[in-house]
């Protein structure tokens, strides 16, 4: 596996992995890796002949600076686990310098999906993402890209992207990857104490139910009250708790096909979020 941290060196790698035919995969990814990621990597497999990690805090997408600096970092371990599956050939890392050189200026907003949902509740998070995506994506010259479902909003708002901007670089998703009791995995949950993490189940778990009341025709507005009295007992305060359409992320009257739980909600000072399609 190539260790790279200059954009030229990367540069050379994949003109010469293009000029030999090979198809491009990229995971992009905040690192303290987990099974999570690894199911992205491995779903490019048949789909590109040459796999990218990229592993990158990006400040610019924290909108609080405490949750940046919390923010788990485990390069060498990450390299090791990169290393072990024997899936990857490249792992970028690059230096903060390279992707915001001095006077940087310029900043991605994709209107239709950076204001609702986590982008309201986390001002400019979504152009951070959108911004520093788009350079790993120019910077590696991927022609597929994986991305999870766990983000979805994300997702969507880089499907958006690349279609707008007609970056050509063709996106996978992947379903979210759960430890066994149905929490989402997620690097932030390394930060739950014992306690926290005992009572993070219940996140899933009342999504769950929500969705069952709703495919037992329960009113939809009875549903979610319910789930977002669950959540509050089990001790989260709750940031928003929806039911949306899967493509352009609107408020869903009723529970159909495509249309989609969305919840995020906190423990202590870590903010923890999932969906869940309704069939
Ligand atoms: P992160 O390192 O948290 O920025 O995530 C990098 C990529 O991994 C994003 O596309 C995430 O959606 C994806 N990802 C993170 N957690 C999961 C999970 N539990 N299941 C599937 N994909 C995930």
Not at 25 to 52: N, V
Not at 92 to 100: A, L
Not at 200 to 227: F, G, M, V
Not at 249 to 269: D, M, Q, Y
């Amino acid at each position: 596996m190539h260790i790279i941290t200059s954009p030229m060196a990367l540069k050379d790698l994949v003109t010469q992995w293009h000029q030999q035919g090979e198809r491009i995969g990229l995971t992009p990814t905040m690192g303290a890796l987990h099974d999570g990621h690894l199911a992205l990597i491995r779903a490019l497999t048949g789909k590109a002949s040459r796999k990218i990690v990229t592993l990158f805090v990006n400040p610019t997408q924290f909108n609080n600076a405490e949750d940046f600096h919390l923010y788990p970092r485990q390069h060498e371990a990450d390299i090791a686990l990169l290393q072990k599956t024997g899936e990857v050939d490249a792992l970028y890392i690059p230096h903060k310098e390279d992707m915001y050189p001095q006077g940087f200026s310029t900043k991605i907003f994709v209107s239709q999906f950076d204001t609702m949902l986590c982008g309201a509740d986390r001002p400019g998070h979504f152009e951070g993402v959108a911004t520093v995506v788009t350079k790993l994506f120019l910077q590696t010259q991927a022609d597929i890209a994986a991305f999870g479902e766990k983000d979805y909003q994300q997702l969507c708002l880089i499907r958006r992207l690349v279609k707008d901007l007609n970056i050509p670089v063709e996106i996978l998703a992947v379903p979210t990857q759960r430890e066994v009791d149905g929490l989402a995995l997620s690097s932030r949950n390394r930060r739950l104490t014992p306690e926290q993490r005992r009572q993070a189940t219940q996140l899933p778990a009342a999504l769950h139910a929500c969705l069952i009341d709703l495919r037992h025709q329960h009113p939809l507005s009875e549903a979610l009250a319910r789930c977002h009295t669950t959540l509050e007992k089990a001790g989260f305060i709750v940031h928003y708790l929806d039911l949306r359409k899967e493509e352009t992320l609107e408020i869903a009257e009723k529970a159909e096909p495509h249309t989609r739980l969305f919840v995020a909600a906190s423990l202590g000072n870590i903010r923890l979020i999932d969906n869940m399609p309704i069939f």
